[in-house]
């Protein structure tokens, strides 16, 4: 089953304590990204990929690290999470980039305290 | 830089009827996409139609169609047959040249029976 996986689904976590969200996709898609989703703001690109290795920033670049080591994983990285970081986290992939259908994670709920 | 605008922020309708939720998007690239993906209450964004800057034909999947307008810059989501399972948010976005999407804020749809 074509799908994108994403760990862990929730978290609470405190202020400073480095975390990583994992993504994979078993679609062989290029591009991958992340998203957060808050309330009232819709999805906000945080960074994307368009293969191994090759990464940019999004609109919400602030405070997250991406790497793209092997072609299905896209792990996302909060080196030192705040509070304002709290959100729903999406990771999607899509084919040829975002000109194509996206495929969405299940997302991740996160919590910083 | 692009800007989706969904202005309806609830939406009620009567089951088994049809229902238009507004999209109006803002870019300056030439050739661009146009999607539209629904959020159930389980938190899942699940991709519902595309439709590209240079079709001619306005695109429709299954009980979706999305009503085109390039000159007006509106990209409007039709559901026929309202069913309790499309009770859900919907988001309207957009993709240009660059590798960043822009997701407009969302539409709460209620379908009642």
């Known amino acids: 089953e074509a799908q994108v996986t994403q760990n862990p689904r929730y978290l609470i976590t405190v202020t400073g304590k480095k975390l990583t969200v994992t993504c994979s996709q078993n679609m062989n898609h290029e591009y991958m990204s992340w998203y957060r989703q808050d309330p009232g703001l819709g999805l906000r690109q945080i960074y994307y990929s368009m293969n191994v290795e090759v990464t940019d920033k999004g609109d919400v670049p602030e405070g997250y690290k991406v790497s793209r080591k092997e072609k299905r994983n896209f792990p996302l990285i909060l080196e030192s999470p705040s509070p304002n970081q709290t959100s729903l986290y999406f990771c999607?992939?899509?084919?040829?980039?975002?000109?194509?259908?996206?495929?969405f994670g299940p997302g991740t709920r996160l919590t910083v305290t | 830089a692009q800007k989706i605008t969904q202005t309806q922020p609830g939406m009620f309708v009567q089951e088994k009827e049809a229902v238009t939720l507004d999209c109006t998007y803002d870019?300056?690239?030439?050739?661009?996409?146009l999607f539209w993906y629904k959020q159930p209450s389980s938190g899942e964004m699940i991709f519902l139609i595309y439709q590209g800057s240079y079709d001619e034909q306005n695109a429709t999947e299954g009980r979706y169609s999305l009503n085109f307008q390039k000159a007006r810059k509106s990209a409007n989501l039709v559901i026929s047959a309202s069913q309790l399972g499309d009770s859900a948010m919907y988001f309207c976005a957009e993709s240009g040249g660059s590798y960043i999407p822009t997701f407009g804020r969302g539409t709460s749809l209620i379908v009642h029976p």
């Open positions: 999607a992939s899509s084919f040829g980039g975002p000109r194509y259908e996206q495929y």
């Open positions: 870019t300056s690239d030439q050739s661009y996409g």
